[in-house]
């Protein structure tokens, strides 16, 4: 069997807007054994949405949907795919009550042109959306499976991963798998763990091997293939343990796991709490780990030091240290994080100090250049990195080299191992 | 003539990296009066690269891939396109050096491997990389344009942007675009929008007008076509003043401007400083505003007082005025904006209290309740929001709340016009 995948709006052919969702589809359908044969992208346009769905009920056994539920004047998917399978539109009033409920909790009054999307096809499957007001559609005709979702991926996404994806597989008899693990590392180079792991590339047929590298981090991923689940998890832990093997705790975490909910867990493990001091890094290391649900346990305050007198006055960094070594420097790095650590009375004080760009660099210092320090009960230490591109790269991984020392003193990985 | 996108990388086909690239490209190539007629996506495979390649010699005039140009042993691109155009692969001196120059500025030892990087083939013109390691290739063979580019996004748009189009635009002798642009609103509706300018939607038809809703901002994408740019800019010109005269001062911004960016400049034109004191947001504000450069002239300090002992210390919160109105309050927030704004002595005082989730909702001030206050010199100002989504959305939504506020407030539009 084979699936098509059809992302509908003009936007994503004309405009701005990056069709993030077909690829996401596809990896997703992959991962659970279903083949994706055709990927297309049409406009708000009646006669080509009408045309594209006619196309795919010859040649595809699934065709899915994504965009054009909304309820502006240009959304048409849940006109057109009623035409073209003579499914009359009904009212749908546990739908309309969804959408009610919705505009009620927002304290919002729900406009008129919100109720058609509450219209369902005659004989069609309702798809829950519970972050959203389109619900998903479902109908099966001459064999086919026909889903319609909605457009916008934080409302997309669970919906194909909760309801669409085991349906497709029940309806199909679907039994084989791929399972995909990703083993992340941060402050190494990709040439340095190609080096400790390459054989495995050359070795490894089930699982494979890739190494890719992401802003701050390098991700080595598993993939493996089978119908089994248990003796796909069998053959990825063995590797894992291999891989780990040689890198040891280099690698911070398996997943999603983020290097901030990694650091927020060591740190709720040992009842240890953590003040920041930010100058370069203006707030993100604070908003990155209060991203992770519960991190008000540990992330007791945060600073944004950014001129001096905010250095001095909130973390007590004396004018005489600054001229001495400059305010980019190890020396006041020290400073910013004892000072932070000591006015909060926590575990841990960490600070950041740099030059995020794209003005600032001097031939010592350049652009790039960010001082990271972390203050504990018995003593402090800094390091100074050159990071390289624009402002906000410079910033996340700042921040995201502030987090792996952080975590490497929780652990007792030496600080400076590349 | 027609283009082939043609994006290299098994993780792109079955693991968790969303390609992005095809359809960023295939959109700028629209913009740009260039038809794609396929995008196809294979593994990192000598096999089906080379396949990939030959088919779409058969069928497109330009050849676009990305990917597959790293150091490690899975980068098979220039190797097989070498060997299919039969062109053999030689040392580039200037390239190695710029590979060489880089490593020595982030003061990390070049590995051997990176050397295949600057193995280019014969003939090939070589499109300068300043992002990263990787050059981009392009070759010309019967006709046919063939470009290269690596598959990591901030190396690969500049490339496409500043040398590929311009040069598939000048061999083809193309002269017709297609030029977007958006006018960003941010706390009205999808529906109020779509009420008071849905009549565009029936009117126009160059420019045509679509409207979407991001996170916490609502966008109108006005899509005009034709060749001559001074043409297209009057008729884009003509359209925005009519639906400016619509909306007012609750379009916030233009295509790539940010809120945190337009904020910015406006404290910069009042030379007006700010100070944040923020609770749910974590620090997502002056994040967000320090993203911008030159954010340091008007940014003074900002204070994420997440503890109730921060909140007192830091920002001189009562103990009294948490008891009798709750920690999540107008009074708080007012508070909590007058509390920074005197310590730190600037123009401005922003703060949040929220919040953000999963946990910590009572049925008064459920999960998702968040409170912005502003202070200024002659008074204070509260209001207060029940903003949809999981934490991490709450924290963004709540943060464009707050930089609306103060927005509005240096433009004196009304803190409650939705």
Redesign the interface.
């Known amino acids: 069997m084979g699936v098509e995948l059809l992302t509908i709006g003009?936007?994503?052919?004309?405009?701005?807007?990056?069709?993030?969702n077909?690829?996401?589809m596809?990896?997703r359908l992959?991962?659970a054994g279903i083949d994706v044969f055709y990927?297309s992208?049409v406009g708000?346009n009646w006669g080509r949405i009408e045309a594209a769905i006619r196309l795919a009920m010859s040649r595809a056994d699934v065709l899915i949907m994504t965009g054009g539920l909304?309820?502006?004047?240009?959304d048409l998917t849940r006109e057109v795919l009623a035409a073209v399978l003579n499914r009359p539109l009904r009212l749908d009033q546990a739908v309309l009550q969804h959408i009610e409920e919705?505009f009620a909790?927002?304290?919002?009054a729900?406009?008129e042109?919100?109720r058609k999307q509450a219209m369902v096809p005659e004989g069609a499957e309702v798809l829950h959306n519970p972050?959203g007001t389109a619900p998903g559609l479902l109908l099966k005709s001459d064999g086919r499976v026909l889903v319609c979702m909605p457009g916008?991926p934080?409302e997309m996404k669970p919906m194909m991963l909760d309801q669409v994806i085991p349906k497709i597989r029940d309806v199909f008899g679907i039994r084989s798998r791929?399972v995909?693990r990703?083993l992340k590392a941060c402050g190494i180079?990709?040439?340095?763990l190609?080096?400790r792991i390459?054989d495995y590339?050359?070795e490894m047929r089930n699982p494979?091997i890739?190494?890719?590298?992401h802003m701050g981090e390098i991700h080595v991923?598993l993939?493996c293939k089978g119908e089994d689940p248990a003796e796909i998890a069998r053959l990825l832990d063995d590797l894992e343990v291999k891989i780990r093997e040689r890198l040891g705790h280099l690698i911070f975490g398996r997943d999603d796991e983020r290097l901030e909910a990694v650091v927020g867990k060591l740190l709720r493990e040992r009842a240890a709490t953590l003040a920041?001091a930010?100058s370069c890094?203006?707030?993100?290391?604070?908003?990155r780990?209060?991203?992770v649900?519960?991190?008000?346990d540990y992330?007791?305050?945060?600073?944004?030091?950014?001129?001096v007198?905010?250095k001095q006055?909130?973390l007590a960094v004396s004018p005489e240290l600054v001229r001495a070594h400059g305010v980019v420097s190890l020396e006041v790095a020290k400073a910013m994080a004892e000072g932070i650590r000591r006015?909060?009375g926590t575990t841990f004080g960490l600070a950041t100090t740099g030059i995020?760009?794209?003005?600032g660099g001097t031939p010592e210092r350049?652009v790039g250049s960010v001082c990271v320090a972390l203050a504990w009960e018995s003593g402090s230490g800094a390091r100074e990195f050159?990071l390289?591109?624009?402002?906000?790269?410079v910033?996340y991984r700042g921040a995201q080299m502030a987090l792996e020392i952080l975590r490497r003193h929780l652990l007792g990985i030496p600080m400076d191992e590349?």
Chains 1, 2 share one sequence.
């Open positions: 003009t936007e994503l052919l004309l405009g701005q807007i990056v069709d993030t077909a690829s996401w596809a990896q992959a991962e990927k992208t708000d909304g309820p502006t004047e240009d919705r909790r927002r304290r919002v729900m406009a042109n919100n972050r916008v934080s791929i995909s990703v180079s990709e040439s340095t190609d080096q390459g590339f050359r494979t890739g190494v890719l590298a991923r993939t920041l930010e890094t203006g707030g993100l290391i604070a908003s780990l209060t991203d649900p519960g991190s008000s992330v007791e305050r945060g600073v944004v030091a950014y001129s007198p905010a006055q909130l006015q909060a995020a760009g794209p003005t350049p050159r390289l591109g624009e402002r906000e790269q910033k590349v």
